[in-house]
């Protein structure tokens, strides 16, 4: 059974260029999540999708960060243009609904390491 | 609002040795509580989950936790640790229709030999 797929796991690029980050979510699961993970801020929520619908998207820093779900088994996360301070590892989560209670966890992927020069 | 708060930002202790790592959480509603472990340059994974039931969790790798209501802490314990057990460790609380996580800031544990 194939986990969160991320990609890709590394990406280095200058500052002011567009960064496209992806996700392939477990099949079946209805909930999508991205985070950022720092040293000083540890893990953050940036968004989660619901069915491919954005549902709270008050984690996004700033409005060059956006995220879409064009279908069920891709996402992407995109910063234009970039700053150093985006530099960061960036994860994605997938969960399945029951119910509509969050008693489900959540599987990560193995994130993407982004450095903004 | 939801909060989580981990007592302790790092842990080291000897191979072979019991180790609790600590957790306090505030909710205005009912909770979920869980566990991760995050390795090196890897995603988190559930090593344990509170949903209902029992107060005491059992998860893999040996690890068990306690969720008290009363004291509002979910601290996690193993009785005796292996170095493959260095990783950090989050502890992360969710509560009724609300799908947000809400992580502590981790704990590092250093299993030493």
């Known amino acids: 059974d194939a986990g969160v797929i991320q990609s890709p796991r590394h990406e280095v690029t200058e500052m002011g260029q567009e960064v496209t980050l992806r996700c392939k979510p477990i099949?079946?699961?209805?909930?999508l999540f991205w985070y950022r993970q720092t040293m000083m801020r540890g893990l953050e929520l940036l968004i989660y999708f619901n069915n491919n619908v954005p549902i709270d998207d008050s984690g996004m820093p700033e409005d060059r960060f956006s995220a879409k779900m064009p279908n069920a088994s891709f996402s992407t996360l995109k910063i234009q243009p970039s700053e150093p301070r985006d530099s960061a590892v960036y994860f994605c989560?997938?969960?399945?609904?029951?119910?509509?209670?969050?008693?489900?966890?959540?599987?990560f992927g193995d994130g993407t390491r982004l450095s903004i020069l | 609002a939801q909060s989580v708060t981990q007592l302790d930002s790092q842990v080291p202790v000897f191979e072979e040795a019991p180790v609790e790592l600590r957790c306090n959480y505030s909710?205005?509603?009912?909770?979920?509580l869980f566990w991760y472990v995050q390795y090196p340059n890897q995603g988190l994974q559930l090593l344990l989950k509170y949903l209902s039931g029992s107060t005491l969790v059992k998860g893999i790798n040996g690890f068990e936790a306690e969720f008290n209501k009363s004291q509002t802490s979910f601290h996690l314990r193993k009785p005796s640790v292996h170095i493959s057990d260095t990783a950090e460790y989050f502890c992360?609380?969710?509560?009724?229709?609300?799908?947000?996580?809400?992580f502590g800031k981790g704990t590092l544990l250093t299993v030493n030999p």
């Open positions: 992360a609380v969710s509560g009724g229709s609300n799908y947000k996580l809400t």
């Open positions: 909710s205005s509603v009912s909770v979920y």
């Open positions: 989560a997938s969960s399945p609904g029951q119910g509509g209670f969050s008693n489900q966890p959540q599987h």
């Open positions: 099949s079946g699961h209805d909930y």
